[in-house]
C-alpha cells in the first residue's frame, strides 16, 4: 500500500516570500499520480497543482511550483510570492493509475502568512 | 456550473440514531467516493463506486453503508453513528479516464458530531 508523509504539521512565512512544503512518499509502482490541494477556511478541497511520475519536467501553475524528485520519492511544493489568500491546509496525494481512483493523502500542513 | 453537493454541511447527532449523508454530481461521472478527515491523519477513504450498482470498501468503511442506485446520487449512511464518527466527511467525483487529467472534483464538507 502507498503513503504520503508530510512532516511539516506546521509553517509560517512572510508575506511576499517564498515557502516549501515537503511531501514524500512510499510505493513500489513505477508511474502514478501526484497532487497539491489547498484547504482554506471554507473546508473546499482545491487542487493546486499535478504531476504525472513519468515525466520529468516540475509542474508549474502561477506562483506554484514543485520539484518532483522521483528516485528520493520527493515531491515538495513551492509557493512564490506568498500572498495572505494561501493560508491554507496543504495536502499532498498519491493516485495509482490502476484500478481504483483513491487519493492517498498525507496528513496536511498549515500553512499561516504573516502580513 | 460542474459540482460536487454534499447535505447537509453541518450536522449534529446522538449515538444511535441513523443519518444519512447526501452526495450528488452534475457531471456525469462514473466514479464517486466518500473520505473523512481527521486531524493528524488526513483524508481516508471510506468507500468508493466505480459505476451504478457498483460499490467497494476503502480503507475504513466500518460502521458505514453507501448505495449508488443512479449515476449522480452516492448517500453515505450511518445505520448507527458513533462518537468515533465524529469527523468532517467528503464526497468526491471523477471521471475513469484513469489519466492525470481526470480531476477530482470535491463537495462543500459535511462536519458531523456524534454526541
Known amino acids: 500500500a502507498q503513503t504520503v508523509t508530510q512532516s511539516q504539521p506546521e509553517m509560517s512565512v512572510q508575506e511576499a516570500e517564498t515557502v516549501t512544503l515537503s511531501c514524500t512518499y512510499d510505493?513500489?509502482?513505477?508511474?502514478?499520480?501526484l497532487f497539491w490541494y489547498k484547504q482554506p477556511p471554507s473546508r473546499q478541497m482545491i487542487l493546486v497543482i499535478r504531476?504525472?511520475?513519468?515525466?520529468?519536467q516540475n509542474a508549474t501553475e502561477n506562483r506554484f511550483s514543485v520539484n518532483f524528485q522521483k528516485a528520493a520519492k520527493s515531491f515538495s511544493l513551492k509557493i512564490s510570492d506568498s500572498q495572505l489568500g494561501d493560508a491554507a491546509m496543504y495536502f499532498c496525494?498519491?493516485?495509482?493509475?490502476?484500478?481504483?481512483?483513491?487519493?492517498?493523502f498525507g496528513t496536511g500542513t498549515r500553512l499561516t502568512i504573516i502580513p | 456550473e460542474a459540482q460536487v453537493t454534499q447535505n447537509p454541511r453541518y450536522l449534529i447527532t446522538v449515538t444511535g440514531k441513523k443519518l444519512t449523508v447526501t452526495c450528488s454530481q452534475n457531471m456525469n461521472h462514473e466514479y464517486m467516493s466518500w473520505y473523512r478527515q481527521d486531524p493528524g491523519l488526513g483524508l481516508r477513504q471510506i468507500y468508493y463506486s466505480m459505476n451504478v450498482e457498483v460499490t467497494d470498501k476503502g480503507d475504513v468503511p466500518e460502521g458505514y453503508k453507501v448505495s449508488r442506485k443512479e449515476k449522480r446520487n452516492f448517500p453515505l449512511i450511518l445505520e448507527s453513528p458513533s462518537p468515533n464518527q465524529t469527523s468532517l466527511y467528503f464526497c468526491a467525483s471523477s471521471q475513469r479516464t484513469g489519466g492525470m487529467n481526470t480531476e477530482a472534483f470535491f463537495g462543500q464538507g459535511t462536519r458531523l458530531t456524534v454526541v
Open positions: 504531476q504525472e511520475a513519468y515525466k520529468q
Open positions: 510505493t513500489s509502482e513505477s508511474d502514478y499520480y
Open positions: 496525494a498519491y493516485r495509482s493509475i490502476f484500478g481504483n481512483e483513491k487519493l492517498t
